[in-house]
């Protein structure tokens, strides 16, 4: 196994090289898997490293953390540790450069997803080429708006093109969590398949296109990619998040959370969709109070 730059012990993503033309990518920050500042400065390096590998045909992304495949952002961080990153090669900030580069890397990447996809995770999960999921262990979750957010890793630009508008509004709007299966019936993610069927599925088609020609590969992708939304809408979805992160309405609502036991193991992070619903219903009530 090889790690990306940052030291063993701090590094948040691994990577193995099954063969030369295709790596495993590895999401190691546990207990619940969020996304700092680190692992974002951790996707940029992999993004780099490869766009370089001339070699390399297909990247499947997974988690060595039992119940999160990839989770919401690390809200105990300090947010300027995110926000003066420099800009990627596409001009857009870290997170959004690298959904945007893997979109369109001549590279195929699949999300295997076992347990939790929350914001970050159902986000990655967008910008792959193909996803497949355990129906026993999977959620899929754009959660911001349920704590007054905007989502900055591009859903508002996919989720319509891939599942329709209303159904990526009924998503982005209910805030709740989605089950494998439901995602599979609306299109979201490719399939949803028995838990112990999920990871021999995904290792044969893998390693099946790894076996392919890479000009075919990366030009049957780039023209597909002609129905991808414009770097520009990723952008504005990020300035959004930024700008309500900002707003007291988002504060309020995380630190609601966080008084209940947001972003420790437990049932607020196993049952996120179900605590937005809490808060919401807290919110009314105490807005009739006022009333009164």
């Known amino acids: 196994m090889t790690t990306l730059s940052a030291p063993a012990e701090l590094a948040q993503i691994r990577i193995t090289r099954r063969s030369p ?4 990518v590895t999401i190691v920050n546990p207990p619940i898997n969020v996304m700092g500042p680190e692992m974002v400065r951790e996707f940029q390096e992999l ?53 945007v580069r893997l979109t369109r890397t001549p590279v195929v990447s699949i999300a295997l997803i076992r347990g939790r996809a929350t ?14 999921a355990s129906t026993d262990k999977t959620i899929i979750s754009q959660w ?16 319509p093109r891939l599942i329709g508008r209303n159904r990526a ?8 969590d989605l089950s494998a299966d439901q995602a599979e019936a609306y299109g979201y993610i490719n399939r949803a398949l028995p838990d112990a069927d999920l990871d021999a599925f995904v290792e044969a088609l893998a390693s099946r296109i790894s076996r392919f020609d890479k ?4 030009n049957t992708k ?23 992160l900002g707003r007291s309405a988002a504060q309020d609502g995380i630190k609601a959370l966080t008084t209940r036991g947001f972003q420790k193991p437990g049932d607020v992070e196993n049952r996120l969709g179900y605590y937005l619903g809490q808060l919401a219903s807290r919110g009314k009530s105490e807005s009739k109070k006022s009333a009164e």
């Open 119 to 132: 914001g970050n995770g159902s986000e990655i999960t967008l910008a792959c080429d193909m996803s497949f």
């Open 169 to 176: 509004l009924e998503v982005l709007l209910s805030s709740e």
């Open 215 to 218: 000009w075919a590969i990366a």
């Open 47 to 99: 993004i780099t490293a490869i766009e370089a590998d001339e070699q390399l045909k297909v990247v499947v992304f997974d988690s060595a953390v039992d119940e999160y495949f990839l989770n919401h952002s690390d809200f105990k961080a300090k947010l300027e540790d995110l926000t003066s990153m420099p800009a990627g090669s596409t001009g857009l900030p870290p997170w959004p450069d690298f959904l």
């Open 144 to 159: 911001e708006v349920g704590v007054g957010m905007v989502a900055g890793g591009g859903p508002m630009a996919r989720l």
């Open 21 to 24: 033309a295709y790596w495993r």
């Open 222 to 244: 780039r023209l597909v990619n002609t129905s991808l939304p414009p770097d520009v809408e990723l952008g504005a979805g990020w300035d959004a998040c930024i700008e309500s």
